[in-house]
């Protein structure tokens, strides 16, 4: 008695077997007629690839754009403040010794601060004016490292100013010309206070980089600051540098601890929490925005999807007829789409990091074929276009893209596999 021919494997195949992929790939390569349906998966790899890249792109520019301010901010400015209470803060030379005690400190220093009207014969605008030591001048990073003309040798003996590099091309003066300082509170006299005013010789031309304090800060020798300010002895603060700046809070209270006489303390985040608050809310909301474009890509590929369900019916039914089971007509479609989201995302991602790689550049190459100014300094800050990639970020980006794409093309796939065979062909 002859052996009965085995049973067909009612299992079908195994998942995403070599001939699912054969036939989404077929699919993804449409014919002449099938054209409209290829343009939507073009537009749809196309969207979600200058989302993904948009994304990144942003994002890598306002972190570079945070990371430089607060680099030039905390970098002109110290980490910690200290402020004078209940008496004049004539003893800072011993309160300074005392922060320079603390462990985790770089260095402090006392200063003046005072606004005050800095003209030439051929402009005038309103600045900040600090005094410092000479010693202490040289060691803050903004200044001491960024000379583009003159010296800090000899600050203190030379009785003249530094000035910031935007501030000295507004006044049109340079190391040897003079500035003149206008103060609003000088001498009392029998008629009320006057005005004090000064002229000092420009001694030395730095650039931060950011043209808030390149066209707005002077400094001054300290004593001299404090005979022009009526401080008689006395300083404004202290400032601290810390070696790191993410301890700020740990490094207050060894401050606090080591000052015998009272003082009030601050640092860089309450005077820039305003600033630095508006930045992030404005960064939130670009993401939730630009995470649009990646959501419409994903329902173009459902849109294109179900047309080519709906062309491709009459080779469903005959796939399921000759043995295919629905989950492998539902893996076929899912491949397609899929392959739309994850080609689009890692063409996004290449795109993303090769523009964030190379913002400055770009950005010179189209300002000098417009001739306009993409990124004025006077608004922004800062002088360059700034880009920092965060590696978390972008896998973020990456991720959201990719099961975005996978989501999209759960639907069209499900309808494919629910196609009845025999409705398919009725009309065929």
Sequence with gaps: MAEAPPAPNSRGTRPFAPFEWMVATRYLRARRREGFISVIAGFSFAGIMLGVATLIIVLSVMNGFRSQLLNKIVGINGHVFLGAIDKPFTDFVEVTNQVNGVKGVTFAFPLVEGQALASSPSAAGGVLVRGVRESDIKRIPAIGGTTRAGTLDGFD???????????????????????????????????????????????????????????????????????????????????????????????????ERAVTRPMILSDWRQRNKTFFGVL???????????????LVAALNIVSGLIMLVKDKSADIAILRTMGATRGSIMRIFLITGAAIGVVGTLAGFALGLLVSLNVESIRQVVSGLTGATIFPAEFYFLSQLPSEIDPREVAVVVGMALVLSFVATLYPSWRAARLDPVEALRYE
């Design 157 to 255: 003996a030379a009785g003249g100013v530094a000035i910031g590099k935007r501030l000295a091309e507004q006044l049109f003066v340079r190391p040897g010309d003079n500035l003149t300082l206008t103060a609003p509170r000088g001498a009392e006299t029998p008629f009320g206070i006057t005005p004090r005013i000064k002229t000092y010789p420009v001694v030395h031309v730095f650039e931060v980089g950011m043209s808030e304090f390149d066209a707005g800060f002077v400094y001054l020798p300290l004593q001299e600051a404090q005979a022009y300010f009526n401080k008689n002895g006395d300083v404004s603060a202290v400032e601290v540098f810390l070696a790191q700046p993410d301890r700020i809070d740990e490094a207050k209270e060894a401050i």
């Design 280 to 294: 992030q809310v404005e960064r939130n909301v670009m993401f939730l925005i630009l995470s649009l474009i990646v």
